[in-house]
């Protein structure tokens, strides 16, 4: 009976050594690949809201502010960090052309029915809701 305590204490140690062994406090970070680019709407470029890449597979979506000029960059775990790599339902939140406001099937990546391919070697992209 005395060994098999032994044996606990024993563990317990070795364990305690390794607490933590392995992790750090930040956040998983995945391999992402930059993307930036223009969005429009019927061919002229949104104003200003969010827009949002959500990735078909497993992986955490990627967000970016429109500019006025419809220019956008992503960030997925940091500022400007891109994208996972693969393919991505698209979708604009708040976006405006002007003073029109995009549709609200564009507001949405299930029923955007828009999809972007983000490869390695393509960085710039152009996402134009019809």
């Known amino acids: 009976m005395r060994t098999g305590a032994s044996l606990v204490v024993l563990a ?3 364990l305690s050594n390794c607490w933590g062994c392995g992790s750090d406090s930040s956040p998983y970070v995945g391999a992402t690949v930059p ?3 223009k969005v429009t709407y019927k061919g002229k470029p949104l104003t200003e809201g ?5 990735p078909d597979s497993s992986g955490r979506e990627a967000h970016g502010s429109i500019q006025p000029d419809g220019t956008f960059e992503l960030s997925t775990f940091a500022k400007g960090d891109g994208a996972v790599p693969g393919t ?4 604009v939140t708040s976006g405006k052309i002007g003073k029109q406001v995009v ?3 564009y507001q949405n990546t299930s029923s955007s ?3 972007v391919e983000v490869a390695e070697g393509k960085s710039e992209y152009i996402v134009d809701f019809k």
């Open 103 to 105: 549709p609200v099937k």
């Open 50 to 54: 969010q827009i949002v890449f959500e």
């Open 113 to 115: 029915k828009t999809e």
């Open 88 to 91: 991505h339902r698209v979708a």
């Open 12 to 14: 317990a140690l070795i």
């Open 35 to 37: 993307v930036k680019g």
